[in-house]
């Protein structure tokens, strides 16, 4: 009740004499401000990407190939592929196997991309499902559970 009985705060009357205000300011404020901003840009995005490459559990200079909506799928297919390196001595079937196994689960999350949004996690959830099962049986392999 208060607010009516002062009246609306911005009349058209303001509003004019602020767009006056900002046409005579802008021009000389935006080249004060604009490596402010840009920079302030620079510093959100590199936060972003920091905070991705963190949440996909690779390295910042790996963030640009784990894309999309599968991007979580890929990395952890790439991190198998990279702990399975340490058993390919003691047991080089196994890991043929299931480099072709990560293979085509990784073809899968590919396809996936462009699948309806609940047949892509439908086929994500099997996806992780797979992967779930090969890693407690490479965790086993390498006697840690």
């Known amino acids: 009740m208060a607010r009516k009985a002062l009246g609306p705060r911005l009349t058209p009357s303001k509003a004019k ?71 390919r001595a003691k047991d080089p079937d196994y890991v043929t196997a299931t480099e072709s196994h990560l293979a085509k689960l990784a073809a899968a999350v590919r396809a996936s991309e462009r699948m309806p949004t609940p047949r892509r996690k439908a086929a994500h959830r099997a996806v992780r499902g797979d992967l779930d099962v090969l890693e407690n049986d490479l965790l086993r392999r390498l006697g840690v559970s």
């Open 17 to 87: 004499n602020l767009l006056g205000v900002a046409k005579v300011v802008g021009p000389v404020l935006i080249p004060v401000l604009a490596p402010f901003a840009a920079k302030a840009a620079g510093l959100v995005s590199d936060r972003y990407d920091h905070y991705r490459a963190r949440r996909l559990g690779v390295g910042i200079e790996d963030i640009t190939k784990y894309t999309g909506k599968g991007a979580r799928l890929h990395a952890r297919i790439a991190g198998f592929a990279q702990a399975l390196d340490e058993l």
